[in-house]
């Protein structure tokens, strides 16, 4: 069973990746023509949430590689195709910050810096990052002034894995740091975030907003799992507070998975005052959570805090994932 084999690993098994493999679950996003199974949002999301309900490191890993993955959204035919010749043997994953500079160099861009936080680190075949842009020795600057950004993406064989993942929770998403030092890579395996080249819906969404409610099903996940494992204290008031802000949750994604669905089926634009409402409404939501996961677990006895135990390790997996910068509380 996958959450027995996921269990107290620092990475995942042959067996747990098999299994990823065979589901093609890298690739829920990607369109069937690169080999992906091409799911909308509501089927998607439901998804990553069961995943993260077995563990939580599986399901941050697959949430965070297939959200990389999504990236095949932002590449014209010809560099996607090569990217996803493999098709579901492709796995995407990296860093969020522009932790490193990228030279213009005519056709090509040249790479060099240290990213943290690439989730899934030794199981990906891509690795996806952020650079600001230079030329001739100048840092290139956007109309408002702020520094020019674009995202990569390098093969593994291009890039050193510093593995430095030493946290509490989520070991087996083993979300290493890696350094790349004088890669040239053309312009075609350079995207911006939100220009996307691909007819599928999935790809009209925002990138922020794709993200909140990707992360937020984690979290809803693994408070289901949390609550699965502490049912003998179902009589508790603690345990229905956690039960009834999940149920919340659960819902809220619910809507406004179907509410973005449908915009997009009727080419309605989706507008920032929406994607703040999410996002607010998310970082409440899970910040609830928090504080329930919290006021529940004191009545949970030993096997809370013993290392052998699943409640253990939720907990960890859990808090842990908070720390997200999209959801910490320092962030917003």
Not at 251 to 278: G, M, P
Request: net charge neutral.
């Amino acid at each position: 069973m996958l959450r027995e084999a996921c269990f107290k690993k620092q990475v995942f098994p042959k067996n747990v990746l098999q299994h990823i493999a065979e589901e093609n679950l890298w690739n829920i996003w990607v369109p069937k023509k690169y080999g992906g199974l091409e799911l909308g949002l509501t089927a998607g999301l439901a998804k990553l949430q069961e995943l993260a309900r077995i563990d939580g490191s599986l399901g941050w890993t697959v949430t965070l590689c297939s959200g990389a993955n999504y990236f095949v959204g932002n590449l014209k035919h010809e560099a996607a195709a090569e990217v996803f010749k493999n098709k579901q043997n492709t796995i995407l994953g990296g860093s969020g910050g522009a932790f490193g500079t990228a030279k213009k160099m005519g056709d090509y861009y040249e790479i060099d810096g240290t990213w943290h936080y690439a989730t899934g680190a030794p199981y990906l075949t891509h690795f996806t990052l952020n650079a600001k842009i230079y030329e001739n020795g100048e840092p290139l600057t956007n109309q408002d002034g702020s520094p020019q950004i674009r995202s990569f993406i390098l093969p593994k064989e291009k890039v050193s894995i510093i593995k430095n993942w030493n946290t509490i929770g989520l070991k087996a998403s083993a979300t290493d740091s890696f350094q790349v030092e004088n890669v040239k890579i053309h312009q075609d395996f350079s995207f911006l975030y939100n220009q996307f080249y691909h007819p599928q819906a999935i790809f009209k969404i925002p990138f922020s907003l794709f993200a909140d409610l990707t992360l937020w099903v984690n979290y809803i996940g693994m408070a289901q799992h949390f609550l699965e494992e502490a049912e003998d204290s179902e009589t508790l008031k603690a345990f229905k507070n956690l039960a009834t802000t999940n149920k919340n949750s659960e819902e809220s994604v619910q809507a406004y998975a179907k509410t973005i669905e449908e915009k997009l089926s009727e080419n309605q634009s989706i507008t920032k005052n929406f994607i703040t409402n999410v996002h607010q409404a998310a970082v409440k939501l899970v910040q609830e959570l928090s504080r329930n996961i919290i006021a529940l677990h004191p009545h949970l006895g030993i096997k809370a805090i013993k290392q052998d135990q699943q409640l253990h390790q939720i907990f960890c997996d859990y808090f842990t994932a908070t720390q997200h910068y999209i959801f910490s509380e320092r962030s917003n």
